[in-house]
């Protein structure tokens, strides 16, 4: 089974600072997808971005980046110019080919007006 | 487009009685996943739906837990008799044929609390 680990429950940011979420994984898979997934207050989960093990690139979505370090197993998230509306929880998750994901336990992020 | 609907938002319910979930997916989705998140821990997978198939119950606890989609469309997942230990929040979720993976279209999830 995939481990995600999330070791930050909670992380504070002031409004259009950057702030960075931090995720490891553990597999002996070598193709996987990765994904950070976020969870507004009394709202659905959707996706943020995505990342495909075999790209080396760094996925970028507006505001939202990765930084994905294969050798490392790690997949960190970085919100620029927070906004209010970034405050959510935020989850990491695995997938491999069976398209089942695996999830870490959840980083709460606040934005400070 | 309507999104995936789950029923009821919110259930209490007594040791050892019985409790029925149910989730709409979007409509014309094949693939309908189960998943459950226990007080501040990981969301862990319970089960997969293609159609109304059984892809992958791999992660249903025991076998106080049912789940159907009879027809291919809505799910119910069935507690009988629950426990303490059930209490958490289920999601929904499901994915169209051929959209890319991790474009699993979640539910706002039902928060269970057994007493």
């Known amino acids: 089974a995939q481990t995600v680990t999330q070791s930050q429950p909670e992380m504070s940011v002031q409004e259009a600072e950057t702030v960075t979420l931090s995720c490891t994984y553990d597999?002996?898979?070598?193709?996987?997808?990765l994904f950070w997934y976020k969870q507004p207050p009394s709202r659905q989960m959707i996706l943020v971005i995505r990342?495909?093990?075999?790209?080396?690139q760094n996925a970028t979505e507006n505001r939202f980046s990765v930084n994905f370090q294969k050798a490392a197993k790690s997949f960190s998230l970085k919100i620029s110019d927070s906004q209010l509306g970034d405050t959510a929880m935020y989850f990491c998750?695995?997938?491999?080919?069976?398209?089942?994901?695996?999830f870490g336990a959840g980083t709460t992020v606040t934005v400070r007006a | 487009e309507a999104g995936v609907t789950q029923f009821p938002s919110h259930s209490v319910i007594e040791k050892g009685q019985t409790v029925t979930l149910r989730c709409d997916p979007i409509?014309?989705?094949?693939?309908l996943y189960w998943y459950r998140r226990v007080m501040g821990k990981e969301i862990k997978f319970l089960l997969h739906?293609?159609?109304?198939?059984?892809?992958?119950e791999s992660g249903m606890p025991n076998n106080r837990f049912l789940a159907e989609r009879t027809g291919g469309t809505y799910s119910t997942l069935k507690v009988q008799p629950a426990e303490l230990e059930d209490s958490g929040v289920y999601f929904c979720?499901?994915?169209?044929?051929?959209?890319?993976?991790?474009?699993?279209?979640f539910g706002p999830g039902t928060r269970l609390t057994v007493t």
């Open positions: 998750a695995f997938m491999k080919g069976d398209y089942k994901l695996s």
């Open positions: 739906f293609v159609k109304e198939s059984k892809q992958d």
């Open positions: 597999t002996s898979e070598n193709n996987y997808y």
């Open positions: 979720a499901s994915r169209g044929y051929g959209d890319d993976p991790g474009e699993q279209y």
């Open positions: 409509s014309g989705h094949d693939n």
């Open positions: 990342q495909e093990a075999y790209k080396q």
